[in-house]
């Protein structure tokens, strides 16, 4: 299925290239906030952050921001250095849940300085975070916080069918979209909303977050089961290894009576994890979830309609392809 839009421009843009000057500013912003009086709070968070990532999330808000014709980018750096302080603390929160032993290709925070600090850190750095989204007026607050509740629902939600076979394809959509797109959303929401643009547009740029959101944690399910661990940054396999109900389990373990077995065990050896991927491989379920990913692709595209044609709109195009077909 070949994502379609407006027809692209013979070379695109790369993404990151068009926005290096912003992302930079961005990550002098999260380093600059990095610092506490405390040096255990310091060092954990460069462990995370210093790390490195993707920085999606900050890409989509920032190119969200060009592509509707925003220009003085002081305002949004603060709010796509936010975001990142927001998921990152997730991060954190996620790996003392599920006791993650890797994050970002090294080992977690959790881990190396325990849960109790890295608690805290998590904590910490949320308050960066707000305070960051503190100086803005009171929608943008507003926005901000809605996606960190929806993000803590999301993750309460995962938890009450971590190793329950009888979660639906509606769950897990709904479990995604709250600890996923909503901050996806808010993201490509603010950005929009910084650039000035009208309130319908606003909107239609909230709901291509909402969907690129989506479509992104279907990709990373899918690398779960069938990604190189060294590129994506951790173990194939995490997620039927704790339970957590991603696209390709939910899926096989309706059509696999072994596949369901493992999901519903606390603590499935090596060899049974390996055997039931293979099985969700062989299942045909992948094609399934690659086909929901590029359809909230498009769908994400989609909702791009409403833009003037630029070089910004050109990459942020890319860079949603991008997202959709990668491979790490």
Known sequence: MQLQTKPPPSVAPTPHLLMAAELEHVERRLSSLLHSREPLLNEISQHLIGAGGKRVRPAVVLLMFRACGGEDITDIVDIATALELIHSASLLHDD??????????????????????SLVAGDFLFSQAFALCGRFEEKVITWAADACIRLT????????????????????????????????????????????????????????????????????DLL????????????????????????????????DAEVKRVFQKTQPTGHEIESALERVRRSGVLT?????????????????????????????????????????
């Open 96 to 117: 003392i849940i599920d006791g993650g032993e890797t994050r970002r290709g090294k080992v977690s925070a959790f881990h190396r300085f325990g849960l109790a600090d």
């Open 153 to 220: 629902e999301g993750e309460v939600m995962q938890g009450r069918f971590r190793h329950n076979p009888e979660v639906t394809r509606e769950d897990y959509l709904e479990i995604i979209s709250r600890k996923t797109a909503a901050l996806f959303a808010q993201g490509a929401r603010l950005g929009a909303h910084l650039a000035g643009a009208p309130p319908a547009v606003v909107e239609s740029m909230a709901s291509c977050g909402f969907c690129v959101g989506m479509a992104f944690q279907i990709v990373d």
């Open 224 to 255: 779960d089961v069938q990604g190189d661990g060294d590129r994506t940054g951790k173990p194939t396999g995490a997620d039927l290894k704790d339970g957590n109900p991603s696209l390709p389990l939910v899926l096989a373990i309706e059509l």
């Open 288 to 328: 399934e979830v690659q086909q929901l990913a590029r359809s909230y692709g498009q769908q994400a595209l989609s909702a791009l309609e409403h833009l003037e044609p630029s070089p910004y709109y050109d990459s942020l195009v890319f860079f949603i392809q991008q997202l959709i077909d990668r491979t790490a």
